[in-house]
């Protein structure tokens, strides 16, 4: 097993760098212009001062061999020396990853909207994980009964209704009609008392609601089919033949075994917690990750670009990763070596 | 027994969350019950404190400050504050109420002092008699937020700032020779050539005035690493930035060192800009819900705008500044055989445009822009045939644009010979049929009045092939991009252009022959429509060396708009507006001022 993650750790490695490079070369051949929203009058020599300045015009290869120094010397340094109040090298004048519309170092600002959101499509994911599973489980177990049918009827409306819909719903419901709700997040709210965490409450409720509908539609289907399939199964009427009570055999032996595969599918969508929910985040104006990429994206702000799809690509791998182990963990049938 | 137990736990924790998520909805249906308005629930939910509760006491009498937390939405959010680096009008507002300029325009293009003690004129020698300089007094007793005393020489470092090529400035100095202090309150800037109009360089918010003593190292390669700097200038204004947070969030709070202070002003003891959403979404804020005071940029069709305003809880503004929405006939060839848009001296010319203005004056009538406006700008719209569309210099003589007028445009299709020979119902100009690429960018607003054109063209027998591209493709001044409007690989454009000052100098040089962007000077130069004429290259040389009181100077730009529009180069349709909406009780805005910082005059707002 240890061999098994250090060789795809080892593995990852060469991936990330080949998708760097394929980010970079994606970007580059993309048209962009940094000053596209400057104003029309602006005199040609000037805007090609501004991206002269930003190292816009540098050729390809050298930006991209720039950023990977950035990327993988001095950002870890700086997260290190942050971390243990340390400092390395020349840590005050230490170049880092820029981003051409706030002239800021990009990891500083993606953590800074990491927490919110965090918060939300955590709080939707956990919520959608605890709504789903029982609900699942019961609806297969009373497969055809009103409960099941009232539950396939919910999810698939929660399925299929897209967010940027009932987002907007929710916001003329509970904002506008019933005021209820704000229809944004500040985010330099500070929880300290029961006021303030009141106050979060709310502003997290609707969108954290509409997350939560569309997690729980896909995730309580999934479990739904996953026990169907194991209820059927020999161990099953063995275990019932033994003469275990219902509840033994569904918790225990159906629970187990139909669960591995949802294990792995709530793995798999961890590192979409940390890419945000664009969309949702639009609608809400929560600026989260998600709203930080699209706003890049229409600044061709192509550093902040870079970092942010290179770190959802480094979680994707990472979780990867942590989905074959706990897989192997779960059933102890399954070995890498 | 074990799993048993598990079960009751998940069990548990289901209720428990089931409970939760019940309880937030009781507890917030009392509170809005029992508090009722609007402006309560923007207190409760955005945590206000202590401060919050003096919104209660009557309007801007107390002392400065006094006045709570003012929201305002921007759903752009600024990315910084310094206005030099900006990315567009969202850094230049954020900054604008911490850092000042030398004087500012007024909602009616007035030029006001801020910094500067009085305007310069030649009568009071602060304009050379041959316009080669102009020197500015500063205000005597000026500080800096962080109470050291405002110098000539922080002009001076603004310039020695901006014109530093590394620092990417993006404001234009390519007019001014050297910035001297002349002693700590003058400061004389000298220009490369005669400049009757001077007011342009530390005037409005895109030129203010930076703290030589916090910039000193963020000059050039420094930029970089000056984030501190950026976030949270040191400015003069009634504000500083307690916390800016790129495209999210910016808090301000008073400055201690503010010249109004003694005088109570400003009012509000707190700034909270918030960004993120949309147009329509920051309207709702403010409009339907009532949870903020300020909502900019409104760009929002009427259809769905109106009955926001209807709900009654704030009022929207329009401010018309020289903002035209206009189409661009391409004066040479964009066939992809030809050297495609080069204006090559004059030897590519198109087909049907160039010289045409009969033609293109046909076309021109069969536009409805009532109804251009009506539906994609309301209250932020007003149609007009001019490119140069406000005061002092409006023309009237090319007015009848006005009034729709199919029959007529089919009458004088007829007359100059551009008939339908061969009976498809598409006319044809010397044999070649009218049918156009005609190209925007992509939004809601221009493909509808795009729609809307196109069917009036069908009308009098002219096809228009609609084609619409990304905003970010557009307007890409980098060569990088085809779609680009400097490129102009289309027949016809449509989009907006306006000046920055009021003065029409610097916004009508663009139409002049030396300034026709083409493959030879990498697209460089505002003329894109590529309209060649010496007559109006001479009018504005003309018109550049007359000083700003010469009676004949708006004849002038009359007479360069006139001929601009009537050789068909350029077909305007809208004079567009910046609309925002406040809040019902906030007092003191005024007009809303399209010239300048929409938070102009701030320290001024109060609440009812």
């Known amino acids: 097993m240890a061999q098994y993650v250090i060789r795809r750790i080892l593995f990852a490695i060469p991936t990330l760098v080949v998708i760097s490079l394929i980010i970079f070369a994606i970007l580059d051949l993309a048209p962009g212009d940094p000053t596209s929203q400057l104003p029309l009058t602006l005199p040609a020599e000037v805007r090609e001062q501004i991206r002269e300045s930003l190292g816009f015009n540098d050729p390809f290869i050298i930006q991209w061999l720039k950023w990977m120094q950035l990327m993988f010397i001095n950002e870890p340094l700086h997260i290190i020396d942050s971390i243990f109040n340390t400092c390395i090298g020349d840590c005050e004048s230490r170049a880092r990853i820029i981003s051409w519309s706030s002239r800021a170092p990009a990891v500083d600002i993606i953590f800074q909207r990491l927490p919110q959101t965090l918060w939300v499509l955590g709080a939707s994911f956990v919520l959608g994980i605890l709504i789903a599973i029982p609900v699942g489980i019961i609806s297969a177990y009373k497969q055809y009964s009103a409960f099941d049918n009232i539950g396939t009827f919910v999810t698939m409306i929660g399925y299929s209704a897209p967010t940027f819909f009932t987002g907007i719903l929710a916001i003329i419901v509970f904002s506008v009609w019933l005021g209820w709700f704000p229809s944004f997040y500040d985010s330099t709210l500070v929880v300290n008392s029961w006021d303030t965490f009141l106050a979060h409450v709310k502003q997290m409720a609707m969108p954290v609601a509409v997350l939560t509908l569309f997690n729980t539609a896909a995730l309580s289907r999934f479990t739904r089919a996953s026990v169907l399939d194991n209820l059927n199964e020999d161990y099953v009427r063995t275990a019932r033949s033994k003469g275990l009570g219902e509840t033994m055999v569904v918790t225990t032996h159906v629970m187990r075994n139909s669960l591995i595969p949802v294990v792995t599918l709530i793995a798999l969508q961890i590192p979409g917690i940390f890419a945000g929910a664009i969309i949702t985040e639009q609608i809400f104006r929560i600026n989260g990750l998600g709203a930080l990429l699209i706003t890049a994206i229409g600044q061709a702000d192509v550093p902040m670009v870079q970092t942010l799809t290179f770190m959802f690509a480094f979680l994707i791998v990472v979780f990867n990763l942590i989905a074959d182990v706990t897989y192997g963990i779960l059933d102890p049938r399954i070995r890498y070596d | ?608």
């Open chain 2, 1 to 608: 027994m074990k799993r048993w137990q598990w079960l009751s736990l998940f069990a548990a924790l289901a209720l428990f969350v089931a409970a939760c998520g019940s309880g937030t909805v009781d507890t917030t249906t009392d509170g809005s019950a029992t508090t009722g308005t609007g402006a309560a629930t923007t207190d409760a939910t955005t945590g206000t404190t202590a401060d919050g509760t003096a919104t209660t006491q009557p309007t801007g009498t107390g002392e400065a400050g006094s006045g709570g937390e003012f929201i305002a939405f921007q759903w752009q959010g600024p990315s910084q504050a310094n206005a030099y680096l900006s990315t567009g009008t969202k850094d230049l507002l954020a900054g604008s109420l911490v850092l000042e300029p030398l004087a500012e325009f007024d909602p009616a293009g007035q030029l006001v002092p801020a910094l500067a003690a009085e305007l310069p004129t030649q009568e009071n020698g602060g304009i050379a008699a041959d316009f080669s300089s102009i020197t500015w007094t500063l205000q005597e007793g000026l500080l800096w937020s962080d109470g050291t005393p405002v110098t000539a020489d922080d002009v001076v470092f603004s310039w020695e700032y901006c014109t530093n090529p590394e620092t990417g400035c993006v404001a234009d100095f390519a007019t001014v020779e050297s910035v001297v202090a002349d002693d700590d309150l003058n400061v004389t800037i000298t220009f490369t050539e005669p400049q009757p109009y001077p007011f342009t360089h530390f005037v409005t918010y895109t030129y203010p005035i930076l703290q030589r003593a916090q910039f000193t190292d963020c000059a050039g390669a420094g930029a970089d690493a000056c984030t501190e700097q950026n976030f949270a200038p040191i400015g003069t204004g009634p504000y500083m930035v307690t916390d800016l947070r790129p495209e999210d969030i910016v808090t301000y709070e008073i400055n201690p060192n503010y010249r109004g202070i003694a005088e109570g002003k400003p009012f509000f003891g707190s700034i909270t800009i918030e960004g993120g959403g949309d147009a329509e979404a920051v309207a709702r804020s403010v409009l339907e819900i009532g949870e903020g005071d300020y909502a900019w940029n409104l760009q929002v069709a009427p259809e769905i705008l109106e009955p926001m305003e209807g709900a009654g809880n704030g009022v929207v503004l329009a401010a018309f500044a020289s903002n035209v929405e206009h189409l661009n006939f391409n004066q040479t060839d964009p066939a992809e055989d030809a050297d495609r848009s080069d204006f090559a001296g004059g030897a590519n010319p198109h087909p049907v445009f160039f010289d045409n203005p009969d033609l293109i004056r046909a076309l021109s009538m069969a536009i409805n822009r009532e109804e251009l406006v009506a539906v994609g700008y309301g209250a932020g719209g007003t149609p007009t045939c001019n490119i140069w569309p406000s005061e002092p210099a409006i023309s009237t003589n090319m007015d009848a644009c006005l009034t729709q007028d199919i029959e007529g445009a089919n009458a004088l299709l007829d007359e100059i010979g551009a008939v339908d020979s061969d009976g498809d119902g598409v006319r044809e100009w010397e044999g070649i049929p009218l049918e156009f690429d005609f190209v925007t960018s992509t939004n809601a607003v221009r493909q509808s009045n795009q729609d809307l054109i196109a069917d009036y063209w069908e009308q009098i027998g002219v096809v228009a092939n609609m084609r619409n591209e990304d905003a970010g493709l557009f307007f890409d001044g980098t060569n990088a991009s085809d779609a680009s409007i400097w490129k102009f690989f289309a027949d016809i454009q449509m989009f907006t252009n306006g000046s920055t000052g009021p003065d029409p100098q610097g916004y009508m040089v663009q139409y002049i022959t030396s300034q026709i962007p083409e493959s030879t000077n990498a697209y460089a130069g505002g003329n894109i429509p590529r309209y060649a004429s010496e007559e109006y290259d001479a009018l504005w040389a003309q018109l550049s060396g007359m000083s700003l009181d010469d009676p004949a100077r708006n004849e002038v730009v009359i007479q360069l708009n006139d001929l601009i529009v009537g050789s068909g180069a350029i077909v305007p349709l809208v004079y567009r507006a910046s609309v925002s909406a406040f809040a019902n009780d906030i007092q003191g805005v005024g007009d809303l001022n399209a010239w300048d910082s929409e938070y102009w005059n701030i320290e001024e707002w109060t609440r009812g």
